[in-house]
């Protein structure tokens, strides 16, 4: 049962423009939540992240919105640059450091 | 430098051999956890520890145990493994009031 789905494997954008990137999740009891990158070899690093007593959270190029009644959260990258292109996993937890990450979102932007 | 480690990051090994992945940390964080990354899946967790001595089991902790005797390591130990535990795995770690996990660099295991 995947209570954290990122329904689109891959996203293709151009340099410059923006790249929009979607979660659902199911669980009403997720009360906070992330987005991780992760680059080849590597694990995934932390990005941004957003509670759910705010509906957006801003860090330069990356912003987050969430929309509770809609158990949505997306990441908006803009600009997108080539060096943005990785893996981009959502990510929820309960206030207990249990964590949910979707199956991932694969952003290539493109010079 | 704060990091996560993970030995080893490549292993082949047979069905039925026992094997232990180790896990440590540098940033004194209380929580740590162990995943699988399969394609099309995500990370799943295998199980966390919200400290020493105390360890629970994630979403897919079939096949696996782990220990957590000190604050800094929590290592994955395979007692049986089977081809369906091929995977890459990765460990990760945060503060408890925090849920911002530090993940170390994966371990690509392989079971024949």
């Known amino acids: 049962d995947q209570q954290v789905k990122q329904n689109s494997p891959s996203l293709s954008v151009q340099e410059g423009r923006i790249s929009i990137l979607n979660c659902d999740y199911t669980?009403?009891?997720?009360?906070?939540f992330l987005w991780y990158k992760k680059y080849p070899a590597e694990g995934p690093t932390f990005l941004i992240s957003i509670s759910s007593i705010k509906d957006k959270n801003e860090d330069g190029r990356f912003t987050v919105f969430l929309n509770k009644s809609a158990k949505h959260l997306s990441l908006h990258i803009v600009p997108s640059q080539p060096g943005d292109s990785a893996v981009y996993f959502c990510?929820?937890?309960?206030?207990?450091?249990?964590?949910?990450f979707g199956a991932g979102t694969r952003l290539t932007v493109k010079p | 430098e704060a990091q996560v480690t993970q030995n080893p990051r490549y292993l082949i090994t047979v069905t039925g051999k026992k094997l232990t992945v180790t896990c440590s940390q540098n940033?004194?964080?209380?929580?740590m956890s162990w995943y699988r990354q399969d394609p099309g899946l995500g990370l799943r967790q295998i199980y966390y520890?919200?400290?020493?001595?105390?360890?629970d089991k994630g979403d897919v902790p079939e096949g696996y145990k782990v220990s957590r005797k000190e604050k800094r390591n929590f290592p994955l130990i395979l007692e049986s493994p089977s081809p369906n535990q091929t995977s890459l795995y990765f460990c990760?770690?945060?503060?408890?009031?925090?849920?911002?996990?530090?993940f170390g660099p994966g371990t690509r295991l392989t079971v024949l």
């Open positions: 990760a770690s945060s503060t408890l009031i925090y849920n911002e996990q530090f």
């Open positions: 990510a929820a937890s309960a206030s207990n450091n249990d964590m949910r």
């Open positions: 520890s919200m400290n020493v001595e105390v360890t």
């Open positions: 940033m004194n964080h209380e929580y």
């Open positions: 669980n009403s009891m997720f009360d906070y």
